[in-house]
Structures are given as structure tokens and as C-alpha cells.
């Protein structure tokens, strides 16, 4: 069985940072990825992560955001800067995900509880 927990959101201006953890426990060895969800949204991919460290990002963060794993600590960030009003949403963590469709949410088994982030002007 696989637990994730997300911590490290929170409000930011717009042009700010966070960085997003989360805590996996179990068997770790899967694809991972970072999904958001805004109110009244669908849950969008935001990045993914293979085993192999191959990463991905949906085109609305390129530049922005960088997801990275430790696998000493069993963790999963994802760092976001030049944060925009359109990436306040609430943040989960995912695993066990398949790479050729990482933003598909249903290829996940995963999930953490997620954590919100706000961005405000």
C-alpha cells in the first residue's frame, strides 16, 4: 500500500514561489506526477516524473514549475516560481502512473489528500 502526503502549500503574490512536497510510503518505484485542480475545473496534469528521472510538464508551467524526486527520501517537490493567478488550485500527488499518458489522471492509483494553493495580485 502506498501513502502520499503533499505539505508546503499556501498564499503567494503573483510572481512569487512555493515548493510542494510529498511524502511517499510503501513501494515508491513508480511514475509519479503533480495534478491541480481549480474550483469548478477538471483536475489537470501539471508534471510527471518517470523512474528513470524523465520528466514532463503541461505546457501552461514549461519554464515555470520543476518537479523533481529523492529517492533517498522517498519524496516527490514540485518547485513553482513566477506564480500566476491561473495556478491557484488545490495540489495532489499521484503515483503509480503510466509515462506516454502522465496528465491522464485515471492512469493513477495513488493519491495523496492534496494541498491548496492560493495566488493573489
Known amino acids: 500500500q502506498v501513502q502520499l502526503v503533499e505539505s508546503g502549500g499556501g498564499a503567494v503574490q503573483v510572481g512569487g514561489s512555493l515548493r510542494l512536497s510529498c511524502a511517499a510510503s510503501g513501494y515508491t518505484y513508480y511514475y509519479m506526477g503533480w495534478f491541480r485542480q481549480a474550483p469548478g475545473k477538471e483536475r489537470e496534469g501539471v508534471a510527471g516524473?518517470?523512474?528513470?528521472?524523465?520528466?514532463s510538464y503541461a505546457d501552461s508551467v514549461k519554464g515555470r514549475f520543476t518537479i523533481s524526486k529523492d529517492n533517498a527520501k522517498n519524496t516527490l517537490y514540485l518547485r513553482m516560481d513566477s506564480l500566476k493567478a491561473e495556478d491557484t488550485g488545490m495540489y495532489y500527488c499521484?503515483?503509480?502512473?503510466?509515462?506516454?499518458?502522465?496528465?491522464?489522471?485515471?492512469?493513477?492509483?495513488?493519491w495523496g489528500q492534496g494541498t491548496q494553493v492560493t495566488v493573489s495580485s
Open positions: 499521484a503515483s503509480d502512473g503510466w509515462a506516454a499518458s502522465w496528465s491522464d489522471y485515471d492512469g493513477y492509483t495513488y
Open positions: 516524473i518517470d523512474t528513470d528521472g524523465s520528466t
